[in-house]
């Protein structure tokens, strides 16, 4: 299977712990997107990159939240110190940039819940 | 900032019938996207809308982008068990970001 990849996929933590997520986007795509998605809500987005490039962030990004692409290939995104406001569905998209319009390829998403 | 509008919020479908959803926007968008999203899962993309008034057909699938460019309609035709689920719609406008509509719940019926 050649689609978007993320891992975990589930995650249990303590309020004040530190989480990494990992993503990886379909091989030939240089755009990579995190959106966070609770529960009975349409996604939100959180923060792009194009290769590895941080080009646009969400004010839902806090200064505890951090997101890198260092080669511009697969991303990550780290939450410091945890508050239970953090549980939600982490979820990666990408896609290719082309005239007329770009599509995003979303992948199965790591569930976080903090305690 | 943007929002976007997704009507109705649940419906109950019997197999063999068919189903429109829709979502407005009082903001235009450039590209309107549909997803389906099981529990637990990833949204999955079903059609994609890149024009004013372009009409997209995938499978049973029908969708189309508004002439206004503030709203987009989803068709579901002959209903069937797996289309339970829940439906997004997405717009994008001139940056990259998608505003995703609240989704609409589909169940079928007792």
């Known amino acids: 299977d050649t689609g978007v990849s993320q891992d975990p996929r589930h995650k249990i933590t303590k309020r004040g712990q530190n989480v990494t997520f990992r993503c990886d986007p379909i091989s030939e795509h240089n755009r990579l997107y995190w959106y966070r998605q609770t529960l009975g809500q349409g996604p939100e987005f959180l923060t792009y990159?194009?290769?590895?490039?941080?080009?646009?962030k969400s004010r839902l990004l806090s200064d505890r939240f951090s997101a890198e692409r260092p080669k511009g290939s697969f991303s990550t995104l780290e939450i410091q110190r945890t508050e239970q406001g953090d549980s939600a569905m982490y979820l990666c998209?990408?896609?290719?940039?082309?005239?007329?319009?770009?599509?995003?390829?979303f992948g199965p998403g790591t569930r976080l819940t903090v305690l | 900032g943007q929002q976007l509008n997704q009507s109705p919020q649940s419906m109950f479908i019997q197999e063999g019938e068919d189903v429109s959803m829709n979502c407005t926007s009082s903001s235009i968008f450039n590209t309107w996207l549909w997803y389906k999203q099981d529990p637990g899962e990833g949204p999955v993309l079903l059609i994609a809308?890149?024009?004013?008034?372009e009409l997209t057909s995938n499978g049973r699938l029908t969708a189309q982008f508004g002439i206004t460019r503030k709203d987009s309609f989803l068709n579901i035709s002959a209903s069937i068990p797996s289309d339970v689920g829940i439906y997004f719609c997405a717009g994008k406008a001139a940056g990259n970001k998608l505003t995703f509509g609240g989704g609409t719940r589909v169940l079928v019926k007792p």
């Open positions: 990159f194009q290769n590895e490039a941080q080009l646009e």
């Open positions: 809308l890149y024009k004013a008034g």
């Open positions: 998209a990408s896609s290719q940039r082309r005239l007329g319009g770009d599509t995003q390829y």
